[in-house]
């Protein structure tokens, strides 16, 4: 995929390599609703950048203070 056109999107693969987690902790968030996928290009998940970097910075204050991932799901979604 050419970086120029999506600028403000980020696959699964650097999500891990930026981010720092596992690919396997991007598909658990994904399929908790913790992180959205924004787009599919063919087999490649794309979500928002800015939304990934803010939603991990979220989820590790949570973690950090003792939520479970489903309640920090449920958190999220009543900010």
């Known amino acids: 995929m050419n970086k120029g056109m999506n600028q403000g999107l980020i696959s699964a693969a650097e999500i891990v390599k ?16 913790l992180l959205d996928v924004v787009t599919k290009n063919g087999n490649v998940r794309m979500y928002s950048r800015i939304e990934v970097r803010r939603r991990l910075v979220q989820i590790a204050q949570f973690v950090s203070e003792g939520y479970s991932l489903m309640l920090i799901r449920k958190k999220l979604t009543e900010m």
């Open 18 to 33: 930026r981010f720092g987690i596992t690919y396997q902790a991007v598909n658990h968030y994904t399929n908790l609703g």
